[in-house]
């Protein structure tokens, strides 16, 4: 047994049983210390008064210095009872102050190790470790705190016995940087990154708000007939600095999030390190990628940006600024750097997307003026009740909006059907198109509501093991003709079977022909 501290970098780390770093103690009482003098300020000084008044001061505060004994003493008992081991096989951990727990995860499962600091811990050289793996919705490993050294040593040793499963398989080569944010992407990130979609928000919030706010403003002017003037001219401006204030709030906190982001990979894996305030690190296996999704927003489209997500089957580690099981593999490049990157990982290709019938075009305008209609209904029925500034019928012209809203959503949708994968593409505020590789696809459902049933639509979803599933963000084909869905699911079943085959051949021939190069006594090569 040895403590969390490295005291060699050549100290063996298979087969050996480890506890955290020392300096875990105090981080973790420190931690739990802060949250209850928080609570101690809210309701400590009455809670106080009334225990004093009962049991006299003394007493009272012989009470909170058990407390914080306590509070010390459960650290102390968590470091002493908490110890993991690397075997070639598993990575094994024994915890619980109370109750123990003895849990083996297999290496095989393992689908991202991720490492997270933030300013005390690296002023302490200490990190946290998550393990995920597939499926999980929390982090199935969770290392509160190790050394530095020592995570970055857990992280290569079970990302290479993952993949070889063997102890002594070789170190895999070196790293190549396939990605690097520039300062001028940083800042452009920091721009584009604002969700457009609470613009319509701030505006109706300003339109209801504003003049109420204008009317409080100065009682003297009010006086003089002042009002309408001030609410047309605050309203505007309100709302101009609420969503320039979201905007550069939203854009520094991405800013922060995404600073030094670094990909770099192997034949076998990629891994990424970002962050200013907290700093990630974290690996994604390319065996356990379960579908890519090239993401752009309105903005980052009208300048010829994009970003790109990587989703496996665990719920993906790093932190803040990851998407449940996504990771981004490029926060924000140009379009052809993103889909350059795409194609080195799964060979996509040029495709043509099928875009949905027009008639589904139609649908989306007549869903549109519904809206605005029930819109318009809801403000005459407040203005009716307690008054509007405002005349209610005007909310009538978004009905302009109505056509090129629904002609823009229509355009931005489509899928496409590939040698090797099938690809959606959805959202015109947030485009984002999804490649699914066959072999990766778990189910093939589709589905139409009763208003799709009207126009004679459906929608065909691709399942894979990604947890992004289980919130519903799977690849979609929306709105396609009814007839076609239904060859497109039985098309995507159909390829599924004929590449789960070809893989089970391919990886068939790799094992005889490495068992042939051993048995003749040949090193054996990748393929």
Known sequence: ???????????????????????????????????????????????????????????????????????????????????????????????????????????????????????VQRALGIAEVRLETAGGSTSEAHLKFVSVTRANRLQREISRLSRAGDEQSPEPEAFETLFEISDRELGLLA??????????????????????????????????????????????????????????????????????????????????????????????????????????????????????????????????????????????????RVLELTNSIEPVGDVGFERPPKRARQRYGVRYAAVVVILTGVLWLVDAVVGLPFAWWLALGALVLVPPAAHLKWRNRGYAVGENHVLTRNGFWVRQTKIVPYYRVQTVVSSSTVFQRRRRLATVTIDTAGARSLVGNDAKAVDVDDVTATQLREGVSGNLYTALRRRRHDEGRRRRFGDRRQSSGEPVAEE
């Open 191 to 336: 721009v584009v990154s604002t969700d457009l979609r609470i613009i319509p928000a701030l505006f109706l919030g300003a339109s209801l708000f504003a003049p109420s706010a204008a009317a409080m403003f100065d009682a003297e002017m009010l006086l003089y007939g002042y009002q309408s003037v001030i609410g047309a001219v605050l309203g505007p401006l309100v709302t101009l600095a609420g969503i320039v204030l979201v905007g550069l709030l939203y854009g520094a906190l991405n800013a922060t999030l995404y600073y030094g982001f670094t990909l770099r990979g192997a034949a076998d894996e990629l891994r990424y390190e970002r962050g200013l305030l907290q700093k990630y690190s974290g690996t994604i296996p390319l065996s356990k990628i379960q579908s890519l999704t090239v993401e752009e927003n309105v903005l980052a489209r009208a300048i010829g940006y994009a970003s790109l997500e990587i989703e496996t089957a665990g719920q993906s580690g790093g932190g803040e600024g990851n998407q449940g099981s996504s990771q981004s593999a490029i926060p924000l490049a140009t379009r052809d």
């Open 1 to 119: 047994m040895t403590d969390g501290g490295d005291r060699s970098r050549d100290e063996r780390l298979i087969g050996r049983a480890f506890r955290l770093h020392p300096l875990s103690i105090p981080y973790r009482v420190l931690e739990q210390g802060l949250g209850l003098a928080f609570v101690l300020l809210v309701v400590g000084a009455p809670a106080f008064g009334m225990v004093a008044n009962s049991l006299g001061t003394s007493l009272t505060a012989v009470l909170g210095a058990v407390l914080v004994v306590g509070v010390v003493g459960y650290g102390v008992a968590y470091y002493r009872r908490f110890e993991y081991e690397l075997t070639a096989d598993t990575f094994d951990i024994r915890s619980g102050v109370f109750a123990r727990r003895d849990r083996e995860i297999p290496l095989r499962r393992i689908q991202n190790v991720d490492i997270s600091q933030n300013i």
